[in-house]
């Protein structure tokens, strides 16, 4: 569509609720439904914000795939789940689409316990083809006959799983249908060379002797994404085909596409804020303070001027990490490997071992697929690879599937792995020196998503001492050692407890491993009590601190401890703060545990002033 300012009208959308109420018009309209589709999802995501390039770039095979398939018998899934909006709106969530990504509202992606149109959750890239052979073949053996699609975009096909999957698909007879959107683009431009040979099949439109007929899949098109009536055609001639086995249909999309606001961006609209729909400009931001990301990457470019032997590596995500500005400072030293968090994290341990200084730049919930590199080739060859966590613990909209939650728990559980956690700007700029100067074996730094929280000490860049914490304020009953992220909201409740008469320290330990023995020594014998809080699942630092006080005899005598971490459930997406209020994680949260285990000095007075009149 061109842009419009009109307000958008919807006949054929508004009489379809449920996909078999697009089964009922007739194939001549699906071009007009596509439009409006395309319409109402610019509308939506006008005030919701949210990904939207990778959903205009499907709207027509939405409809096609609804229109053809007898959904949700037939089973589709979708890849990532982000470009799944238009699949919401066709599916029976069309009048809760603007609660999407808030509080209560849906998800930004594709979830199971949200509708039956959703046969598999994702929100990770590269899971579709595996999920749908599972699909298939536990239809096969169940004797039924419904159709399985998985819709993998270019980008997710860059994903060793991917071909894990194909591997597996191509030597069985189970009829499954895979579609690869190629528009080209993950969140940046696609590389590797997958993608070369994609563009040369798109070029010559072609598909002779590709990869996928070598590995035993039927391989139709490229044809036309954006052209319904071929799609429609294309797809009930396959829904027919008697034949077994997988097929592999190969469509060219342009991702925003119809919106040029969107088509013409770099990252053709892969998410975006609110915005104005008849000029598509965004809502300008709010605020100038930077954000971890930016702030870790401008770090690093400084560690890197100095230091020839930094190098970057990113997992199809260089806007995300930072690693954006770091490859425009240093294009030969910046190294996109598409989304394959695997390859990325073994391919810096390569680096290491000749001696450079690889920073492995991955969302803490991304890493959770490489555990394995980080164990066998990393840890225990001792080698010094440098783990940028970005986006630990409660991310917001992106909800549970993006949250950092396990860092904590699965790292530092490593024997030799250091695990530091920066509780704001001038501490992560020290954590990257750190890192950096850190030559012994693998280190790994943590931040979270948003902007810095105030810096509690001038230092920058300075390199720290391992496994040393630091004490921002001295107290005499509660000693409050914070990891990290929460320091802040710590020092809020210590504030808030002084009102009612309990004195606390605040330590920030800032190494999670190894944890700093001495200061909780100190802590102990000073305080009435000890409240570890971090931003993560149990297992993690607060772990660490218990393990330690268990096998120093530190517990043997009767110590009061509380341990706040992230709850152990799945916590849904909601702004960030009200999902620190979930998590007990605020300063009123962590006040309330301080108070529960250490009564108020004034409440202890009134209780003894109540007694002693009770008694008089
Ligand atoms: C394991 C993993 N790593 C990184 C991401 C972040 N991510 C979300 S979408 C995306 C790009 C996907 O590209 P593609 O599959 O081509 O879909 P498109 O958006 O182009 O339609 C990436 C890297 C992710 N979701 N999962």
Not at 230 to 250: C, N, Q, Y
Not at 352 to 380: M, N, W
Not at 582 to 596: P, T
């Amino acid at each position: 569509m061109s842009l419009k300012s009109v307000k958008p009208q919807f006949p054929h959308l508004d009489a379809i609720r449920e996909p078999a109420d697009l089964r009922q018009l007739d194939k001549s309209e699906m071009a007009a439904v596509a439009e409006e589709l395309r319409d109402e999802l610019i509308s939506i995501v006008s005030v919701t914000g949210g990904h939207f390039g990778a959903g205009l770039g499907v709207i027509e095979l939405t409809v096609a795939l609804h229109y053809v398939f007898d959904t949700p018998h037939d089973r589709v899934i979708w890849d990532v789940g982000h470009q799944a909006y238009p699949h919401k709106i066709l599916t029976g969530r069309r009048d809760r689409m603007r609660t999407v990504r808030k509080g209560g509202g849906l998800s930004g992606f594709t979830k199971r316990s949200e509708s039956e149109y959703d046969p598999f959750g994702a929100a990770h890239s590269s899971t579709s083809i595996s999920s749908g052979l599972g699909m298939a073949v536990a239809r096969d053996l169940a004797g039924r006959k419904n159709h399985v699609i998985a819709v993998i975009g270019d980008g997710a096909m860059s994903a060793g799983m991917a071909y894990e999957a194909i591997n597996n698909a191509g030597v069985r007879d189970s009829r499954l249908l895979v579609i690869l959107n190629d528009n080209n683009m993950s969140i940046a431009p696609a590389c590797g060379a997958l993608n070369k040979h994609l563009n040369r099949m798109t070029a010559e439109m072609s598909n002779n002797g590709t990869i996928f007929e070598q590995l035993g899949m039927r391989h139709l098109g490229p044809i036309d994404g954006h052209d319904i009536d071929g799609l429609i055609a294309m797809l009930e001639t396959i829904r027919d085909d008697e034949d077994g086995g997988p097929v592999l249909l190969h469509i060219v999309t342009e991702k925003g596409h119809g919106y040029a606001p969107a088509a013409k961006s770099a990252d053709k609209g892969h998410a975006v804020g609110k915005f104005e729909v008849a000029t598509g400009i965004q809502a300008a931001a709010k605020s100038s303070t930077p954000s971890y990301t930016t702030v870790f990457a401008q770090e690093l470019i400084r560690q890197a001027e100095s230091d020839p032997r930094i190098v970057a590596i990113t997992a199809a995500m260089p806007s995300g990490t930072g690693l954006d500005i770091f490859g425009k400072r240093f294009p030969e030293r910046m190294f996109d490997v598409g989304i394959a968090e695997q390859h990325a994290v073994t391919f810096a341990a390569g680096m290491a071992t000749e001696g450079y200084k690889p920073f492995c730049a991955i969302y803490s919930t991304f890493l959770q697929r490489a555990y394995d590199q980080v164990v066998h080739d990393v840890v225990i060859q001792k080698l010094p690879v440098r783990f940028a966590m970005d986006r630990a613990g409660l991310v917001g909209a992106d909800g549970c599937t993006h949250a950092g939650s396990f860092d904590l728990a699965y790292l530092g559980c490593l024997p030799g792995m250091v695990v530091m956690a920066a509780a704001d700007e001038n501490e992560l700029t020290n954590m990257v020196a750190t890192a950096a100067a850190y030559d012994e074996g693998p280190i790994a730094l943590r931040y979270p998503r948003g902007e810095v929280a105030p810096s509690a000490s001038a230092e920058r860049s300075k390199i720290l001492e391992i496994g040393k914490g630091r004490i921002l304020r001295e107290g005499s009953d509660v000693a409050i050692l914070s990891l990290g992220t929460r320091l802040a909201a710590a020092l809020e409740a210590a504030s808030l407890l002084d009102e009612q008469g309990i004195s606390c320290t605040v330590a920030d330990a800032r190494f999670a491993k190894p944890i700093d023995s001495d200061l909780v020594n100190r802590l102990v014998r000073h305080h009435r009590a000890l409240v570890t809080v971090e931003e993560g699942a149990a297992g993690g630092f607060g772990s660490q601190v218990l393990h330690y006080l268990a096998n120093a005899g530190l517990l043997d005598r009767g110590l009061t401890v509380r341990a706040l971490t992230l709850p152990d459930r799945l916590q849904d997406h909601d702004d960030q703060a009200a999902q620190y209020a979930e998590a007990g994680l605020d300063a009123k949260g962590i006040a309330k545990v301080v108070i529960g285990a250490v009564p108020a000095k004034t409440a202890i007075r009134t209780r003894h002033v109540a007694a002693a009149a009770r008694s008089s």
